[in-house]
């Protein structure tokens, strides 16, 4: 079991433990961890696809020896996939075998009165804790030893599936009408809220989180996180390859490379045994990097002056 306080007692350690689980990150992200641990805040990551949001959460998991608990949002997600469901084959099971126990159940009553109010006994039966069906978020407040929550892509969810969501951010807790209101046990989730920017996030599920924005990252910074994820990559490789991404980044294009595609591309590199970016080469292995035909065209037209510019 990880000693969890000694790994969040500063910003620093902070930084420095995600570093030897090859996370890279800057201070203000290491920032942000540290004040949502100690304030039982959640975090609301947003930023460009590919940047290390959902990464952050699974790292944060890995290095606490939290379990991790992910919900990935979609339009039209609701509660019952979200939060909780009941058990309708068991509720019918069990209401045929109270159909057939019937006599028994009103053995000795006395009157209409006292038969409905057995039977509504069994009907409180039926909606209890025995019948859910826990979903993420419930899956969440129910772990004794706290747990990372992930809610993955919040702004591709509606509107009114942030509603449902501001109870359980600001007090982790979740109000079922049948039963009550269920609290997270001993300790409640970290979470961690990501956002691509597709919509505008509301302002009422914005309040109750801690706001972190993680652009893409300087040269400097995107050499040192290809260095703790594909450490084989020779030193001068990973300078050339590091600045031709940028390069791409400030063209026109549908969709510029992100960190994972750096990373799938440095592998993709290694696995070529190559020593140094070539015009060809890079023609070739444009495709790891550029996910529409008409950017790869585009990169095409550049290929030679761009590479030349980033080998001198």
């Known amino acids: 079991m990880a000693d969890v306080n000694a790994i969040a007692a500063s910003?620093?350690?902070l930084k420095q433990h995600f570093e030897q689980h090859n996370y890279i990150c800057s201070d203000q992200i290491a920032t942000a961890v540290y004040l949502a641990?100690?304030?039982n805040k959640p975090i609301?990551?947003?930023g460009p696809p590919g940047v290390g949001k959902t990464e952050l959460a699974k790292t944060t998991a890995e290095m606490f020896a939290l379990p991790m608990i992910r919900l990935q949002c979609y339009e039209g997600l609701d509660e019952a996939k979200a939060i909780y469901e009941w058990k309708y084959g068991k509720q019918?099971?069990?209401t045929q075998v109270l159909k057939e126990a019937l006599d028994e159940v009103l053995d000795g009553a006395k009157g209409f009165t006292q038969s409905v109010k057995r039977l509504h006994?069994?009907?409180d039966?039926?909606?209890s804790e025995e019948f859910l069906e826990p979903r993420p978020l419930m899956k969440a407040l129910q772990e004794d030893d706290g747990c990372v929550l992930l809610i993955d892509e919040i702004d591709k969810s509606d509107h009114e599936f942030e509603s449902m969501l501001l109870e359980i951010l600001s007090d982790f807790q979740i109000s079922i009408p049948e039963i009550g209101t269920i609290k997270a046990n001993k300790e409640p989730p970290m979470v961690f809220l990501t956002s691509n920017n597709t919509r505008e996030i509301s302002d009422a599920l914005k309040r109750r989180c801690l706001h972190l924005y993680?652009?893409?990252?300087?040269?400097?910074?995107?050499?040192?996180?290809i260095h703790a994820r594909v450490p084989e990559v020779p030193e001068e490789l990973r300078?050339?390859?590091?600045e031709f991404i940028h390069e791409l980044r400030g063209l026109d294009l549908k969709k510029v490379p992100a960190i994972s595609e750096t990373i799938d591309w440095a592998r993709t590199l290694l696995l070529l045994h190559t020593e140094s970016l070539e015009p060809k080469l890079v023609k070739d292995t444009l495709n790891v990097i550029l996910k529409f035909q008409e950017d790869i065209e585009n990169v095409e037209a550049e290929l030679t002056s761009i590479t030349n510019k980033i080998r001198k």
């Open 125 to 127: 039966i039926f909606f």
């Open 11 to 13: 910003v620093e350690s």
């Open 44 to 46: 609301l990551i947003e």
């Open 92 to 94: 019918l099971l069990y």
């Open 37 to 39: 641990f100690h304030l």
């Open 121 to 123: 006994e069994f009907g």
């Open 239 to 242: 300078r050339q390859m590091v």
């Open 214 to 225: 993680i652009p893409f990252p300087d040269i400097d910074l995107e050499q040192r996180i």
